[in-house]
């Protein structure tokens, strides 16, 4: 069965920390991992990954796949209040086309 | 980018009673997508809402539970019939243009069901 798992679930830190939250996967036809933010309802966007080692990075913001181990990471430098949010981690499943998301993690970031 | 609208954005609903969700998205799309994400829990696909032709159900969802209509490229509701407090969640429509980054989600409709 196709699974996708976050650690840690949750994470308090304060403002100038660094964080790295951690996905790891087992998933038939894998095809991408994507990064999202979801601060009240709807998730958005971070990143998606498609090759081993090659880091993406927006702001304080990066993120990397090792397609040999099932996992990526994504670290946050600098932390502030407005990082607070749930990061889902997401699974691209080809041939049928889902995503398939992990357990997420809260990361509270206080002042 | 797509901007996505749903309604209601909440409701509280009788066990026994059928609520349908509306999902409006600004532009066409070529995918549409139901999500249900529990209390303290992540995403579900609950459907895959396909322009003119019955939804694609995930394992565990079935059609009489969650009928899903798509008349048009922008626009899908999702009716969750027979509610039971089990069924009080966060539903979520996304909408894609081509592959998973171009996938957008919706403000979600928070059901309580009482």
């Known amino acids: 069965e196709d699974k996708v798992v976050q650690s840690p679930l949750s994470l308090v830190v304060h403002e100038g920390d660094t964080v790295t939250l951690n996905c790891s996967y087992e998933?038939?036809?894998?095809?991408?991992l994507l990064w999202y933010k979801q601060e009240k309802k709807a998730p958005t966007f971070l990143f998606m990954l498609?090759?081993?080692?090659i880091e993406k990075k927006s702001g304080r913001l990066s993120s990397i796949l090792d397609k040999k181990e099932l996992f990526s990471i994504l670290n946050i430098t600098a932390t502030q209040t407005g990082d607070s949010a749930i990061y889902l981690c997401?699974?691209?499943?080809?041939?049928?086309?889902?995503?398939?998301f992990g357990t997420g993690t809260l990361l509270a970031v206080q002042p | 980018s797509a901007v996505i609208s749903q309604k209601p954005s909440r409701d509280i609903c009788q066990r026994g009673t059928s609520l349908t969700i509306q999902c409006q998205v600004d532009?066409?799309?070529?995918?549409m997508f139901w999500y249900r994400q529990q209390p303290g829990q992540s995403l579900t696909l609950i459907a895959t809402a396909n322009q003119g032709s019955e939804a694609t159900y995930e394992s565990g969802f079935v059609i009489d539970k969650f009928p899903i209509s798509r008349p048009n490229l922008t626009f899908s509701t999702l009716t969750v019939s027979n509610m039971s407090p089990e069924d009080s969640s966060i539903y979520l429509c996304?909408?894609?243009?081509?592959?998973?980054?171009?996938?957008?989600f919706g403000p979600g409709t928070r059901l309580l069901v009482l």
């Open positions: 996304s909408a894609e243009r081509g592959g998973p980054e171009t996938q957008y």
């Open positions: 997401a699974v691209w499943r080809g041939a049928t086309n889902k995503l398939i």
């Open positions: 532009s066409q799309v070529t995918m």
């Open positions: 498609t090759s081993s080692g």
């Open positions: 998933v038939t036809n894998f095809r991408s």
